[in-house]
C-alpha cells in the first residue's frame, strides 16, 4: 500500500453524509493543505465473489467526483470487505482524527451514529458531522 500523509480520515456513509463529513474535515482542517484519506467501505456477501476492477474503479471515481465536488484534497481508499469492522480495524490510523457523517435521530441512532459510537469507544477520536 502507498504510504499517505493525512491530515484528517473521513469514513464514507450516505452520499450526502460523506459531503457533509468532506466539509466538516475542510473546517476541521483551518485552511491548511492537510491531505485528507476518504475511507470508502464496500461491503459484499460472502457467497458473492469480491467484485471486479471495474466496479471498483467506478465507485472510487464517483467518491473521488464527489470530494472534487466539495473542494477537498482527498486520497480515495476502496475498501472491498466482507465485514465493517474489518476496515475499521485495519485500515484507520490511530493518530488522525476521523470524520463521519449522517443523519442525527434523538431516540433511534442511524447506521452513521453507530459506527461513530464504536469507532469512540475503540478509542478513536471521532467527529460527528450531523446533517
Request: aromatic share 6%; hydrophobic share 45%; net charge positive.
Amino acid at each position: 500500500m502507498d504510504a499517505v500523509p493525512v491530515g484528517l480520515q473521513v469514513v464514507a456513509t450516505t452520499e450526502e453524509g460523506t459531503r457533509r463529513a468532506l466539509a466538516e474535515a475542510t473546517r476541521l482542517a483551518n485552511g491548511s493543505p492537510a491531505r485528507v484519506l476518504l475511507l470508502v467501505p464496500h461491503v459484499v456477501s460472502y457467497f458473492a465473489a469480491a467484485g471486479d476492477s471495474s466496479e471498483a474503479v467506478e465507485i472510487t471515481d464517483r467518491y473521488r467526483a464527489l470530494a472534487s465536488d466539495a473542494g477537498v484534497n482527498a486520497f480515495v481508499r476502496l475498501c472491498v470487505c466482507r465485514r465493517l469492522d474489518d476496515v475499521l480495524r485495519l485500515m484507520l490510523g490511530r493518530r488522525a482524527p476521523v470524520v463521519i457523517g449522517g443523519r442525527h435521530r434523538r431516540w433511534w441512532p442511524t447506521a452513521a451514529e453507530r459506527l461513530a459510537r464504536r469507532l469512540r469507544r475503540q478509542g478513536h477520536d471521532v467527529v460527528f458531522a450531523r446533517l
